[in-house]
């Protein structure tokens, strides 16, 4: 009788040490699944979902507060990279935040800009070359398409163009996918 | 105060169709213009003259001889085509909302906004 109960207490013990030892030595900095969630989110930084950012989205999925499905950017690519992380069922994305609209990137008409750098200060990436009465370039290769430059131009002079298709960015097209909810709208 | 070692910054000249940016590593203390000059933009795109384009780092115009920090990214600035008073001008005659600068600009677009919705 009081060696079992020696026993167990000493493995109680060695395991507690031991367990104790680990998430010392172990210890994980920031919550993993924050940084995988912010991995698949495509960093446009255009807060559609509602959060500040990419990686404040992350978090909120990581607490369960958000929804996997309200990046539009992202689109159905996203969320059904999250929902396979997650081990969540994947749904189409929420109607709220908007569509999933092709890729497209800001152009300023030149002849109307007129340097005040209201979209530099909106621009979330750095996108834009310009500065107070010079030209205001688009770099199209950092443009995440957010569309957050174009409610301050005071002279809209910036418009979203599709990417033209190159060899570079041409791909499948996506199949097809017929949801239920397709279904119920088809059906008699 | 001078030391050889080197830092990683850009040289980003824009045109409306293509964008060119060069990564490079200078030395610590170079200055704008020594940068410009040693990514051979320069060589690139002959109608840059590096007197008369005004030059800056990330959106902020930076004298020629300002000294350049880690991952600076140094920008070469092209001349506005259209003059901003009369661009305003003309704005302000179409009937046109002026959001920043225009007066009641809140008021304006508030309306507008509205009468969009409706």
Not at chain 1, 5 to 11: F, K, S, T
Not at chain 1, 88 to 96: F, G, N, S, T, Y
Not at chain 1, 109 to 133: M, R, S, Y
Request: with cysteine; charged share 25%.
């Amino acid at each position: 009788m009081l060696t079992a109960v020696l026993a167990l207490a000493g493995l109680a013990i060695a395991f507690g040490l031991l367990l104790g030892f680990a998430s010392v030595r172990f210890r994980v900095e920031s919550d993993p699944v924050v940084d995988k969630v912010d991995a698949i989110l495509p960093q446009t930084q255009c807060g559609q979902c509602g959060f500040a950012g990419c990686r404040p989205y992350a978090e909120a999925i990581a607490a369960g507060e958000a929804d996997i499905n309200r990046c539009p950017p992202g689109g159905e690519t996203v969320i059904i990279a999250l929902a396979d992380l997650l081990g969540v069922d994947a749904k189409a994305l929420d109607e709220e935040v908007g569509a999933e609209k092709p890729k497209m990137v800001a152009f300023v008409d030149e002849e109307n800009c007129i340097g005040c750098t209201l979209c530099l200060q909106a621009c979330p990436v750095d996108a834009i070359l310009g500065a107070a009465k010079q030209m205001h370039t688009i770099i199209e290769r950092e443009c995440t398409g957010c569309e957050l430059c174009i409610e301050p131009c005071p002279v809209d002079c910036i418009e979203m163009r599709e990417l033209p298709q190159s060899p570079s960015t041409w791909k499948w097209p996506y199949p097809q996918i017929h949801t239920s909810d397709d279904a119920a709208k088809e059906g008699p | 105060m001078e030391s050889p070692e080197l830092i990683p910054v850009e040289v980003a000249y824009a045109l409306p169709e293509h964008q060119t940016i060069i990564g490079l590593n200078v030395p610590q203390g170079t200055t704008v213009r020594e940068a410009v000059e040693r990514s051979g933009i320069l060589e690139q795109f002959p109608e840059i003259d590096p007197d008369k384009n005004k030059m800056g780092i990330f959106g902020k115009l930076a004298k020629a001889d300002a000294s350049l920090r880690a991952k600076d990214r140094v920008e070469i600035y092209r001349p506005l085509i259209a003059d901003p008073k009369e661009v305003r001008k003309r704005r302000a005659a179409e009937g046109k909302k002026m959001k920043k600068g225009g007066g009641d600009e809140q008021a304006a677009s508030a309306s507008t906004q509205g009468a969009a919705e409706t």
